[in-house]
């Protein structure tokens, strides 16, 4: 079988039959896990459509919501995707690493720097008594969001704990699914937000 058979996301080689199975199998599985999370967070953004009206007299999105702030956390979030991009075609692509593992310390500082803004965003929504026993918007608010932010959070550890095995024990096979992983739920995560981005927040102030 030729090297153009294997698995797209991989670079690997013609006797690497097993790794290509286990790739097809664990990618797949992957993706079947990537829904069970979707709906949970389809579930939440439900949640937060119905519960939006009822603000029990506190503040409300278009006190609380900084358009400017949740821009540029998009853009941050966007971009760190790009990154993961670009970090998983060098991994196929180039015979070292070294592209590889650049392009991913960029995703992931952007990733955190994302992460950043929206603990300053919470933050100044608790100064300005947005906390999330306020009301039903609120609860259902910060049941979503931070979810989200702590899903970022934990990709950025996974991409920390892939550099760790690489340098362990060197760019393997398991290192290569982890990526293929990886940059799945990275791009997941780039589509929930664009939901919460379009349904808690345009939604919320328009």
């Given amino acids: 079988m030729s090297q ?13 039959q097993s790794a290509d199975d286990q790739a097809e199998t664990e990618v797949f599985g992957f993706w079947v896990f990537m829904m069970s999370d979707a709906i949970l967070f389809g579930l939440l953004m439900a949640t937060y459509v119905v519960m939006r009206p009822n603000t029990n007299g506190g503040p409300g999105p278009q006190e609380l919501f900084e358009l400017k702030s949740i821009f540029i956390e998009t853009m941050l ?3 760190s995707s790009v990154a993961i991009g670009f970090s998983h075609l ?10 590889m593992v650049l392009w991913l310390l960029i995703a992931m500082a952007l990733a955190l720097t994302f992460v950043g803004f929206e603990i300053h965003d919470f933050l100044k929504m608790f100064s300005e008594g947005g906390t999330p026993q306020r009301s039903g918007f609120l609860s ?9 932010g702590l899903h970022v959070t934990f990709s950025c550890l996974w991409a920390v704990a892939i550099l760790g095995q690489m340098l362990v ?3 393997d096979d398991r ?5 293929v992983r990886l940059a799945v ?12 981005f379009s349904i808690v927040y345009i939604g919320g102030l328009a």
């Fill in 90 to 99: 060098a991994l196929k692509h180039e015979p070292r690493p070294v592209k």
């Fill in 185 to 196: 739920l990275w791009h997941f995560l780039d589509i929930v937000w664009i939901g919460i």
């Fill in 169 to 171: 024990y060197g760019l």
């Fill in 140 to 148: 259902s608010f910060f049941a979503l969001v931070p979810l989200h």
């Fill in 175 to 179: 290192v290569k699914l982890s990526m």
């Fill in 77 to 79: 979030l966007l971009t």
């Fill in 4 to 16: 153009t058979t294997r698995h797209p996301g991989l670079n690997l080689g013609s006797k690497h």
